[in-house]
């Protein structure tokens, strides 16, 4: 069965150090992996897709078949980046479902 | 601006009492998917509608129960809130089977 593993619940850093938010995928098919991000009082919004292999707000994750993973990156965190973020993996074929990991909770501290 | 609208934000509701939740979309999307979220949990797809077919997970329980008059407006209803149904449920749509979901701000359920 198909599973999204986030193991940390709370990553806490400072200003300008490195993140690395780490989601781990169970799954027979091909992978399509996202991460969302929740701003405080904010809606779940899409943070970034691994096909587009783009970098949004400076982060950046690479699928990485042989370890099943999708880790969330970005070199210098900033206090901004203070958020919710979950990893989700695309399952079902067509329909186009997603399955959730339980989410991190990045705390940037000045 | 578009986008997906949960009504109420906070819903209580006594135990064994019906309660509907409500999400509309002004985006034309033609999916609609309900999540529920239990404290410190993932996500969990409860169902979704493909236009007007229904699509039902197999372990949702048939407490359960979802409607889409319409392509802009979906309701979940359960029938008999127990305790353990008290969880955020949040509403996505997306435009269809390949894009990506905009999701509601939730609507937060309470079972005293």
């Known amino acids: 069965a198909q599973r999204v593993t986030q193991p940390e619940k709370l990553l806490s850093v400072f200003k300008g150090a490195p993140v690395e938010l780490k989601c781990n995928y169970s799954?027979?098919?091909?992978?399509?992996l996202f991460w969302y991000v929740q701003y405080s009082r904010q809606r779940l919004q899409l943070l970034l897709r691994?096909?587009s292999r783009e970098s949004i707000k400076g982060f950046t994750a690479d699928l990485n078949k042989g370890e099943t993973s999708f880790h969330l990156k970005k070199p210098f965190a900033q206090e901004e980046d203070s958020a919710m973020y979950y990893c989700?993996?695309?399952?079902?074929?067509?329909?186009?479902?997603?399955?959730f990991g339980t989410g991190t909770l990045l705390a940037v501290q000045p | 601006d578009a986008m997906v609208i949960q009504n109420p934000r906070y819903q209580v509701t006594q135990f064994g009492k019906p309660v509907t939740l409500s999400c509309s979309q002004t985006?034309?999307?033609?999916?609609m998917y309900w999540y529920q979220q239990k404290s410190s949990q993932a996500p969990k797809l409860l169902f979704h509608?493909?236009?007007?077919?229904?699509?039902n997970e197999a372990d949702t329980p048939d407490n359960f129960q979802s409607r889409r008059p319409n392509t802009s407006f979906c309701f979940l209803d359960i029938r008999s809130p127990g305790l353990g149904d008290a969880a955020m449920y949040l509403c996505?749509?997306?435009?269809?089977?390949?894009?990506?979901?905009?999701f509601g701000s939730g609507t937060r359920l309470t079972v005293v």
């Open positions: 996505a749509t997306s435009r269809d089977r390949q894009s990506s979901y905009t």
């Open positions: 799954y027979s098919g091909s992978p399509e």
């Open positions: 691994h096909i």
């Open positions: 989700a993996l695309r399952y079902g074929g067509a329909t186009n479902k997603l399955i």
């Open positions: 985006l034309n999307h033609n999916v």
């Open positions: 509608y493909y236009d007007k077919d229904f699509n």
